[in-house]
């Protein structure tokens, strides 16, 4: 069956420490792939997407992730967290012409 | 704001009621999505439309749930003889075709007591 994991249930950081949050997909076909973040008391919004060409993508407030396509991962990394990047953030991968997978999430925590 | 709305926002009813949830989407976009979130746990697809068509269902949806979009616009999300289990957060998400990504609605979350 099609999977996506996230590695971290919780992460927890001070202000200023590097994130990098794991996303692996068990699916061997063409995917593009998304990160979404959720905000204490917000709906889901898109943080980045990779469809096709480079494959180190930037998105919005800093953050970026990189696809491995070897490695099936698709990890999001922010050099410098802030306290407003707590929130719960979701991989979700979608196969050419079929629906969204989501991974179950990591909830991240910035302590100020 | 032309985002993707959703309501009621909030809905408590008692086991064994019917309940009936309404999705506006983005104006422009055909692809319209419900999901179900609970706690913990991503988002699980439930249904999709493309216009008026309900093109998939997930085996999470039981005889017991049933998804409109009349006219292509606006989407309901009907659960009859709601079960406990049934408590969680309904997503709406709409996007612009098939291989774009989906813009989401602050969700209906119900509570079955």
């Known amino acids: 069956a099609q999977s996506v994991s996230q590695h971290n249930h919780h992460v927890i950081l001070s202000e200023a420490a590097s994130l990098e949050l794991g996303c692996n997909y068990s699916?061997?076909?063409?995917?593009?792939l998304f990160w979404y973040v959720q905000y204490p008391g917000q709906h889901l919004q898109l943080l980045l997407k990779?469809?096709?060409?480079?494959?180190l993508v930037k998105g919005i407030k800093g953050f970026e992730a990189e696809f491995i396509k070897s490695k099936f991962s698709f990890n999001l990394r922010k050099p410098s967290v802030q306290w407003s990047d707590t929130a719960e953030y979701f991989c979700?991968?979608?196969?050419?012409?079929?629906?969204?997978?989501f991974g179950p999430g990591t909830r991240l925590s910035v302590l100020p | 704001d032309t985002g993707v709305s959703q309501d009621p926002r909030h809905k408590i009813t008692k086991r064994g009621q019917n309940v009936t949830f309404r999705c506006d989407p983005i104006?422009?976009?055909?692809?319209l999505y419900w999901y179900r979130q609970t706690l913990g746990q991503g988002p699980e697809f439930l249904t999709y439309?493309?216009?008026?068509?309900?093109?998939?269902k997930s085996r999470l949806l039981s005889d017991r749930f049933s998804a409109e979009r009349p006219k292509g616009s606006f989407s309901t999300l009907e659960i009859q003889r709601t079960e406990q289990g049934d408590s969680a957060m309904y997503l709406c998400?709409?996007?612009?075709?098939?291989?774009?990504?989906?813009?989401f609605g602050p969700g209906t979350r119900l509570t079955v007591t």
């Open positions: 979700a991968v979608k196969l050419y012409g079929q629906n969204f997978v």
């Open positions: 699916y061997g076909g063409t995917v593009n």
């Open positions: 990779y469809f096709s060409g480079d494959p």
């Open positions: 104006s422009e976009h055909n692809r």
């Open positions: 439309f493309q216009n008026e068509a309900q093109l998939e």
């Open positions: 998400a709409s996007a612009p075709g098939v291989n774009y990504e989906q813009y």
